[in-house]
């Protein structure tokens, strides 16, 4: 990876994460962004995101629920289009290629 300007000087891949590496790349302020990783109220969205995933039996990524459809793995944007206009509940497995 090339250098990421920090301040005076420069960093290199090896002195920091790649995320904060793509973050500094990004121009985010990577200070700003810990702060709010830190906040309860993320935490709290994100156990219940965890525990509605439980429920759902949804363990791993990628994942798409929409009105009551979930397609677990990789799905192609035409089937996941048909899924968010259906309103009947159902549960697929992907077979995407």
């Known amino acids: 990876m ?3 300007e920090v301040g005076p000087g420069h960093a290199t891949r090896s002195h920091i994460s790649p995320i904060t ?4 790349q990004c121009r985010y ?5 810990k702060t709010a990783a830190l906040d309860g109220a993320i935490t709290e969205e994100l156990a219940q995101a965890r525990e509605l995933a ?3 039996k949804i363990s791993g990524t990628p994942g798409f629920v929409a009105r009551g459809t979930i397609i677990r ?7 996941r289009l048909a899924a968010a206009a259906t309103s009947l ?9």
Do not use: K
């Open 21 to 24: 590496a793509l973050t500094l």
């Open 73 to 79: 793995g990789m799905a192609p944007s035409d089937r």
């Open 54 to 56: 439980t429920a759902l």
């Open 2 to 4: 090339a250098a990421i």
């Open 89 to 97: 509940p159902t549960i697929e497995a992907s077979n995407a290629e």
């Open 29 to 33: 302020d990577v200070s700003a962004l």
